[in-house]
C-alpha cells in the first residue's frame, strides 16, 4: 500500500490489515521530512513485528515485536521515503480488531512539540498522571532535565546523540531512552515516590518503561553509548559538580542487566499497579504470575468499592 505525501504539518493514516501466517505487507510512507516524528498505535488479534526501514539505503529505524495492543513513537532524523513492514511470524492468520494510526508530522519544532505532546496523551491512557510538558529547549550543556510536570529536551544534547551515534537507528533509540528516564523522573515524582531523585533508580524505571513501550534496542543503543563514554574525566566532572549519576560504564552494565532480567516488570509492578488505568489492569489480571494477579484483583476490587461508596 502507499501513503499520500506528508505535506501538511500532520497526516493520519488509518490501515487496516489482514496477514495470512508467515505474511508481511508494507506500507509506503513519501516525502517525509527530516525531524518528523510518527507515531503508531494499533490494536491486532496476534503479535505483530512491525520494521521501519529507509527507502533508499535500506537503513533501519525501528524493529520490534508488538503485542496486540501498543502504540510508539519515531523520530525521523533523515528525510526520504520509509518502507514500514508489518511482518506476522505465526502460524495463523492475523487481522487488526480495530486501526492502525500513522501519525506524520513535516519538519519543523512546532510538529515535534506535538507530536511529544501526543506521547503525554499515549502515557495517559496507561497510567493515572497529570500531563507531561515536553519542550524543546536551549541549554548552556548537553543534556537533558526534569522540572516537576516539564521534560526540558536540550536542543544541544540531541545533536550530540545524532552526532555521535554510529547509524540513524541507534540515533532513534538514543533520543527514545533520553525521553524515556527523563519521562522516569516525572512520573516517580508525580507519584511522590521518595526515590525520583535516584539516578539508579530512574534509569531501572526508565527500562521498564522503554520495554513497555517494545523499544529494547533503544536500551542497549544507551548502553553501547555509555561505554564510549571517557571514565576519567566524567568522574572529575562528578566531583567538581556533585553529580548523582554513576559512571557510564557502570550504567551499561546496569543497563544491560535490566534489559535480561525477566523479573524486572513483575518486580516494579506493586509500584506501578496503583497508577495504571482500570481498563489496562483489567487486561493485565489474567497473569500467570498469581503473586501479581492478586494484587491486580485486590486493586480493582478497593477501586470498585470507593466507587460504590
Known amino acids: 500500500m502507499t501513503a499520500a505525501p506528508a505535506l501538511s504539518v500532520e497526516k493520519t493514516l488509518p490501515i487496516a490489515l489482514e496477514l495470512n501466517a508467515a505474511q508481511s505487507k508494507s506500507a509506503h510512507l513519501q516525502n517525509v521530512a527530516a525531524g518528523s516524528v510518527i507515531t503508531l498505535a494499533a490494536r491486532a488479534n496476534c503479535e505483530l513485528w512491525l520494521d521501519l526501514k529507509h527507502k533508499d539505503n535500506g537503513s533501519r529505524v525501528f524493529a520490534s515485536k508488538m503485542p496486540l495492543e501498543w502504540s510508539t513513537i519515531?523520530?525521523?532524523?533523515?528525510?526520504?521515503?520509509?518502507?514500514?513492514?508489518?511482518?506476522?511470524?505465526?502460524?495463523e492468520a492475523c487481522s487488526f480488531k480495530g486501526e492502525l494510526k500513522v501519525s506524520l508530522a513535516t519538519g519543523g519544532e512546532n510538529s515535534i512539540q506535538q507530536q511529544l505532546r501526543r506521547l503525554s496523551e499515549q502515557l495517559q491512557t496507561v497510567f493515572t498522571m497529570d500531563a507531561i510538558d515536553y519542550q524543546l529547549v536551549d541549554c548552556d550543556t548537553s543534556n537533558s532535565y526534569a522540572r516537576g510536570s516539564k521534560v526540558l529536551l536540550?536542543?544541544?544534547?540531541?545533536?550530540?546523540?545524532?552526532?555521535?551515534?554510529?547509524?540513524?537507528?541507534?540515533?532513534?533509540?538514543?533520543?527514545?531512552?533520553?525521553?524515556?528516564?527523563?519521562?522516569?523522573?516525572?512520573?516517580?515524582?508525580?507519584?511522590?515516590?521518595?526515590?525520583?531523585?535516584?539516578?539508579?533508580?530512574?534509569?531501572?524505571?526508565?527500562?521498564?518503561?522503554?520495554?513497555?513501550?517494545?523499544?529494547?534496542?533503544?536500551?542497549?543503543?544507551?548502553?553501547?553509548?555509555?561505554?564510549?563514554?571517557?571514565?576519567?574525566?566524567?568522574?572529575?566532572?562528578?566531583?567538581?559538580?556533585?553529580?548523582?549519576?554513576?559512571?557510564?560504564?557502570?550504567?551499561?552494565?546496569?543497563l544491560r542487566g535490566w534489559a535480561a532480567d525477566k523479573t524486572l516488570l513483575a518486580r516494579w509492578m506493586p509500584f506501578l499497579i496503583p497508577h495504571i488505568e482500570t481498563d489496562h489492569l483489567k487486561a493485565l489480571r489474567d497473569t500467570p504470575n498469581k503473586a501479581l494477579g492478586e494484587m491486580i484483583t485486590a486493586e480493582l476490587e478497593a477501586r470498585e468499592t470507593a466507587l460504590a461508596q
Open 154 to 254: 536540550c536542543r544541544q544534547h540531541l545533536e550530540t546523540l545524532r552526532d555521535n551515534a554510529p547509524d540513524t537507528e541507534a540515533a532513534q533509540h538514543l533520543i527514545f531512552f533520553t525521553l524515556m528516564h527523563e519521562t522516569a523522573h516525572v512520573l516517580l515524582t508525580q507519584w511522590r515516590y521518595p526515590f525520583s531523585n535516584n539516578e539508579d533508580v530512574v534509569d531501572e524505571f526508565g527500562v521498564v518503561l522503554t520495554r513497555l513501550m517494545k523499544r529494547d534496542a533503544a536500551i542497549e543503543a544507551q548502553a553501547g553509548y555509555f561505554e564510549e563514554q571517557p571514565s576519567k574525566s566524567e568522574y572529575e566532572h562528578i566531583l567538581e559538580n556533585d553529580d548523582r549519576h554513576t559512571l557510564s560504564i557502570q550504567r551499561a552494565r546496569n
Open 74 to 91: 519515531v523520530f525521523i532524523t533523515e528525510a526520504g521515503e520509509y518502507l514500514l513492514y508489518f511482518h506476522n511470524r505465526g502460524d
